[in-house]
């Protein structure tokens, strides 16, 4: 480690550990504001996925594994749930609604 490396973002050093995937999630939470992630369990199709929600309910969902997300939600610094316990926030079936609209809208004018 460099000098002055300390005294860079923890961010960009932590992430480099994290692959391809761990570069995308840090730039998604830099680019949105009060990101919080949750931790989906593994299913049959699946495995371990995390959702990084934002406060406005725009939210990505990437594969990370088991210890990856955890992982991941402590290289970014933030708040990390577990979605079986907390469900997901209103925030993001909202934003869900709203996008909904906006599509169903513009096929409409398509349409026309």
């Given at each position: 480690?460099?000098?002055?490396n300390?005294?860079?973002g923890?961010?960009?050093?932590?992430?480099?550990?994290l692959?391809?995937?761990g570069?995308?999630l840090a730039?998604?939470v830099?680019t949105?504001r009060?990101v919080e992630a949750?931790?989906?369990?593994k299913t049959t199709?699946t495995d371990v996925?995390?959702?990084?929600?934002?406060a406005?309910?725009e939210?990505t969902r990437?594969?990370?594994?088991?210890?990856?997300?955890r992982k991941?939600a402590?290289?970014?610094?933030?708040?990390v749930?577990?979605v079986?316990k907390?469900g997901?926030?209103q925030?993001?079936?909202?934003?869900?609604?709203?996008?909904?609209?906006?599509?169903?809208?513009?096929?409409?004018?398509?349409?026309?």
């Amino acid at each position: 480690m460099g000098l002055f490396n300390r005294f860079r973002g923890g961010r960009q050093q932590a992430t480099h550990r994290l692959g391809p995937e761990g570069d995308y999630l840090a730039n998604w939470v830099a680019t949105h504001r009060g990101v919080e992630a949750f931790v989906e369990p593994k299913t049959t199709v699946t495995d371990v996925t995390v959702v990084l929600i934002a406060a406005d309910g725009e939210w990505t969902r990437r594969i990370v594994g088991e210890r990856g997300a955890r992982k991941l939600a402590g290289a970014l610094h933030i708040p990390v749930y577990d979605v079986r316990k907390t469900g997901y926030p209103q925030r993001m079936r909202d934003f869900d609604a709203r996008r909904r609209i906006i599509e169903r809208r513009e096929r409409e004018q398509q349409a026309e």
